[in-house]
């Protein structure tokens, strides 16, 4: 008994080390003429909505660049699918930055990943373009590039919006999910609202994945605001809001972050809800939601356009200063008023990273958005 | 074969029993080591696997440590499990705090790793020792929800607890062993092998010894192992402690590893991928566990690569069903049989 | 003779029923005590109260001049009291080595770190051990079985390795419950020998048995239950031509 079992250890060591063998694959060829970046991305698993933007973005970029004859290098892309799953995406970006020596990192989406990945290449001296939302990205690591609107200048947005708008008699409340998200979101709308006087007449949190809303929406009712800030990431969530706000016959303006499929869940109840978000698709933004749909995303979002304008950015970066890891720093940071297609004025330097300062804010009319902030 | 020895000596063990069993002489006893011949290649096999980070480049180290990792959790699940017959879900929990002290005592504590891990061990087994006292009184599913609670009190109380970095977790930290940085993937892989043939050498030694047994007696009737003077809740402290510390020098490897604690490192989803490691490589076999987990790990990461992240789930799901229907040994069954056939068939054949 | 054990008063009830009432009964050093009586009369109860398996709702235990009420089964089976089960209580997936082996964790001693790490100290003792249990199981009959899996095992063949299990810790008092139920005649004889071969060399033996004609053969002393008092007890041969004896077994033909 104890002898096969020695055996069938042995045999398990083997096994392992035929693994080993399997596992140590060949490193990427170093031809000149080709820039190689990375593109770790939740292809699969919870967050593969997101992550299939991400990557519909660069490839679209990708594209159009090397189509543009603009630049004397071919760019390529190499794609990881991290499955959703932070080790995995660490595995990737380890492999990325160290056994095949890329020189920069775009990805993954959700900040949960983004993390660790980013203590990678922030070890490795890389530089990594996220389109995260998170603030901590970029305080706390110096080699992340943020190629869309941080949470606190999107809420920030919204109290711009609501200020501008604000008749005397006119109120606000804040409606938040008891997420990380949701409540860090309502924390910063209360203080931005109480920097320019004005105090939510309600302020109601909700727990995530509710079936009924309804006691809520009384809440609102009563208290019957003008606006209803939502700070809520979950699509079902914010559309089951929206529809018993309309069946009570709640009056109020919603404004909301961007979460993909939200609308098309609330259905009738979406119109005239107010998203926020750095970019919107439609007839404002033809172009490069074409392009972006011929990658086979049928409902472009902000990610895509983001991932986008990011990959742009890396490409003139890499024009102006080259391709090392440093040199791709360098001309990151040297980004001053950059025009991509998804928006303009990109702007960074070695101690802002933030990319942009403002979003955006768009009116579902039912079959489109109208942007309705910044006014032109 | 040398398994068979003889033994002439006449010395025994005192007591009453000694004039009942007289003394004929030259008794055949089956010698559980083993022989020397496996036992060597056992040992070259372990040398072997603790060589390959010089064969493989540094993402593939990081992988081998990332099994290695894996091995520890799938290693004290089989202690509990396997040996002791305990159903505990406990394991995140443990894990989890491992990660989390490794982390405080380098951040905190200027610890060096060869402390850290210590301290880490320590608090492991206390833990361990703690889930064993509580979950005393219970059994089966009733433990191992008690067990499975437990990593869900310690992830609500890490998420609101700010100077553990709250739910975003700790980052920026670096654990040292010996002075140098557990970055460096080797380092990180053997330090996780050596604490992994320890434990692998433990849980051997054990089982040919009066603690395997008293295990072994614990789980298949505890009213016989008490009967027999086995003081059945001290080995039940024993094992979970054992599990606790080398769970949690997993968790502290895993710190290591990922660059981030989070509370999401006392997540279910970590139990369940080594509870499938441990069923489908079969609870009571080691080498069934380490052979599974190294593949299944080695598959879940580069599944993309064969174009089946899709179908992670769906795989795990399906060698579970099939190896509960097939193989209720799990694959440790499956080898143990066909290497017991096969020596018998070397020795029928001598015989002849 | 000095008593081994000595039990006064000892009582169990459950609920309303009083499965143990009052029992006295004192198991003298070197003897072959029989304790018989008909179904749900109390013996496993007392016996379990004895071996610290059940509590006692009152009454007391002494072993070897010690007052042991109430303690625990594994601290009694330290001091030397080890016993079988009537119903199995087998580790069903070992060898019958290592479920004998396990009988002898008491006496094995090897202290840290020989416990954690197979050392040659280990080996040694675990051998000598190991030689002990061969021995003892040629002695029960068990040898050609050794290495079999007990799950494999006939019924017959499983109660034997139960009983070896029990006189493998070298007990000063080896409690049997039941160990004849169910064996086949061939194995009724080993278990004879084995009893008598028990008793020549010092063991003292309280056994439980249904069987009267294998207890009178055997046992020194014996003891009757019935209803959960004690109705007889004695030399065998007057027991068992006790009027009190007989009416319990009215209407049973002795096992015999
Ligand atoms: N756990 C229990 N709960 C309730 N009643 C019990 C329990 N165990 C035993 N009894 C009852 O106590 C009485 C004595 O049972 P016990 O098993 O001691 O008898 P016994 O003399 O060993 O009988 P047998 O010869 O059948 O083994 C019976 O009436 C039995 O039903
Ligand atoms: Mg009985």
Known sequence: MMRSKVLASVTAASALLLLAACGSGDAAGDDSGVFKFAVVTEKTGAYADYGLQLEAGVQAAVKDLNASGDYDIEFEPVIYDCQSDKSICVQHAREAVTAEGLSAVIGPIVSVDILPAAEVTERAKVPHLVMAVLNQITDDYTNTFRWSVQSDRSNQTVVDYVEAKMKPGDTVAIVNATTDFGMGGAAQQTEQLAAIGIEPVASIPHDPDQADYTPIITELKKADPTYVLLSDSNPADIAKLLRQAKELGLKSTWIGADASGAIQLAGDAAEGYLTVSPWFPGPDTQELTDKLVAEGIKTPGWISAMAYDATLGLAEAVDSSGTSPEEVTKGLESLSDFDGLARTGWTFSADDRRGQTTSQIAEWTGTEYKIVWPEN | MSDQITVTDDRRAAGVGDALVTASGGRKVADPGGGRATGAAALLAAAAVAALPLATDYSTTYLLAYIVIIALLGTSLHLLMGLMGVFSLGQAAMFGTGAYVAVVASDELALDGILGLLLVALVGAVLGLVMGAVTLRVTDLYLALATLAVGYIFENVVRNTDWLGGPQGRTGFVITVAGRSLDDPRLLFWVGIVALYLFIVIIWSMRRSKLGRAFMATRESPIAARSIGIDTRRYKLLGFALAGAFSGIAGALYAAWSLVVDPSVFGIDLTLSVLAIAIVGGLRSLPGILIVGAALTYFRNSAADFGAADYVLLVYGSLIVLSLRFLPQGLGGLLASTVTAGTSRMRGRRES | ?256
């Open chain 3, 1 to 256: 003779m000095a008593a081994l054990l000595e039990a006064r008063g000892v009582t169990r009830r459950w609920g309303g029923l009083v499965a143990v009432n009052e029992v006295d009964l004192v198991v003298e050093t070197g003897t072959l005590h029989g304790l018989i009586g008909p179904n749900g009369a109390g013996k496993t109860t007392l016996v379990n109260m004895l071996t610290g398996v059940d509590r006692l709702d009152g009454g007391t235990v002494t072993f070897a001049g010690e007052d042991v009420t109430g303690v625990p089964a594994h601290r009694l089976a330290g001091r030397g009291v080890a016993r079988s089960f009537q119903t199995s209580q087998l580790f069903e997936d070992e060898s019958v080595v290592d479920n004998v082996m396990a009988g002898r964790h008491r006496l094995i001693e090897y202290r840290f770190p020989h416990t954690f790490l197979t050392t040659p100290r280990t080996r040694r003792v675990e051998r000598e051990h190991r030689l002990h249990v061969i021995g003892l199981l040629e002695l029960v009959g068990l040898a050609e079985d050794a290495n079999r899996r007990v799950s494999q095992l006939p019924y017959g063949r499983r109660r034997l390795v139960e009983l070896a299990r029990a006189i493998a810790s070298d007990p000063t008092l080896l409690v049997l419950d039941e160990p004849a139920a169910g064996l086949p005649g061939s194995d009724v004889d080993v278990l004879a020998q084995v009893l008598v071969r028990l008793r020549e060399v010092g063991f003292t033996v309280l056994v439980i048995e249904h069987n009267i004609g294998l207890l009178v053969s055997v046992c020194d002393r014996m003891t009757v239950l019935s209803e959960g008092r004690v109705i007889a007890d004695g030399d065998p041969e007057t027991v068992r031509r006790s009027p009190e004896v007989i009416e319990a077994y009215v209407g049973r033909t002795p096992d015999a």
